[in-house]
């Protein structure tokens, strides 16, 4: 078939220009959140190209998460995580509360000295061990974000006591933070970070950082994230 409307001389692959084109749509705003995408014919109809180019970019949305295939329903677009800014919880409450299931892979859990940022942000020596707990976090078996939180050992001696809520435990020790700083930004994800997030090398991501603090002001952890550019909102009500 002859891919006519897009097929203009371009070094670009077709299917990654209509993959662009949907990708446009989604962020304005023209295919809603939940809305269905109108069939794979009418599709390939509309842009003068063939149904195997939409369904590549289709299939490449949906890797990237911005797509949705439910069986036999039809393909929808992806809803993200809406995170208000407003109080300190942590990923196990946030994800249980919106009835999702938790999962955890486990990148590393060790003991070690900090580096000077670390010891920075806890406002600790550089002799002063630190646990640290490296995770992939899962949202309905969606990768969601990746997380590196330190803490000092005086604070969390063994780091492989959390299994699954690094809050539950804190909580349980009498030792939840009760306040922290959190600061947001825009990153693009580097190989390995992308890899686990199931992602392109180069997809934007949240980068996020928490220093939490206990009612004393003593700094509890220190957390380094990197949130799903297409997975996560967050929130915040502002007031005059
Ligand atoms: C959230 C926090 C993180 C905290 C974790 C505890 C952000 C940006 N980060 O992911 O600082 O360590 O929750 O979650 O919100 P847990 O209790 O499930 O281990």
Redesign the pocket.
């Known amino acids: 078939r002859e891919e006519t409307n897009l097929a203009a001389k371009s070094a670009t692959p077709l299917y990654l220009r209509v993959q662009r084109g949907l990708e446009q749509a989604i962020e304005a705003g023209m295919i809603a959140v939940n809305d269905a995408l109108p069939a794979e014919r009418e599709l390939a109809n509309a842009l003068g190209v063939s149904r195997v180019t939409v369904r590549n970019a289709v299939r490449a949305l949906v890797d990237k998460g911005m797509l949705v295939q439910r069986h036999g329903a039809g393909t929808f677009v992806a809803s993200r995580v809406e ?1 208000p800014l407003k109080q300190l ?7 249980s509360e919106r009835g999702m299931a ?1 999962n955890v892979q486990w990148l590393d859990r060790s003991v070690g000295l900090p580096t000077p940022e670390e010891c920075e942000a806890l406002n600790i020596d550089s002799s002063t061990a630190v646990s640290r ?1 490296y ?1 992939l ?1 899962l949202a309905d078996e969606k990768p969601m ?1 990746i ?1 590196h ?1 330190v803490l000092p050992i005086t604070h969390l001696e063994d780091p492989t006591v ?1 299994e ?7 909580e349980e020790q009498k030792r939840r933070p009760t306040r ?1 700083i ?1 600061k ?1 930004s825009a990153r693009l994800l580097d190989i390995s970070h992308a890899h686990l997030l199931g992602v392109p090398t180069g997809s934007p991501c949240l980068y ?3 220093t ?1 603090f206990l009612p004393n002001d003593e700094a509890i ?1 220190f ?1 380094r ?1 990197y ?1 799903r550019g297409d997975s996560y909102e967050f929130v915040a009500e502002l007031r005059l």
């Not at 919880?89 to 994800?95: A, K, L, V």
């Not at 699954?164 to 435990?169: A, N, P």
């Open positions: 995170q919880t942590g990923f196990t409450e946030d994800m938790v707990l995770r976090r974000c997380e939180a959390v699954t809520s690094l809050y539950d435990y804190l922290a959190q947001l996020i950082e928490r939490s952890e957390v994230s949130y």
